[in-house]
């Protein structure tokens, strides 16, 4: 694991509040996670190029129908 410091000047930190600060850095970090493994999974989409694979197109809607309820899931990295 890796540790970084940042220096923030105090006038900035009281008037955003160090919560605040501290919860910027944590959403972006996660953001940045997720769009880094997102650009990995499309590179292997796009390489493969199985959207044209009925076993895959079967397999898409099938798991759609039996997963109806992740618009509910948050993730959260741990970082």
Do not use: C, H, P
Request: avoid cysteine; glycine fraction near 2%; proline fraction near 0%.
């Amino acid at each position: 694991m890796s540790e970084f410091i940042i220096k923030i000047e105090d006038d900035i930190v009281q008037s955003l509040g160090k919560q605040n600060i501290e919860q910027y850095l944590q959403i972006f970090v996660t953001q940045t996670i997720l769009k880094v493994a997102a650009s990995d999974v499309l590179k292997d989409y796009e390489s493969d190029n199985i959207s044209m694979d009925e076993n895959w197109i079967n397999s898409k809607k099938n798991a759609f129908l039996n997963d109806r309820y992740s618009q509910y899931i948050k993730v959260y990295a741990n970082v």
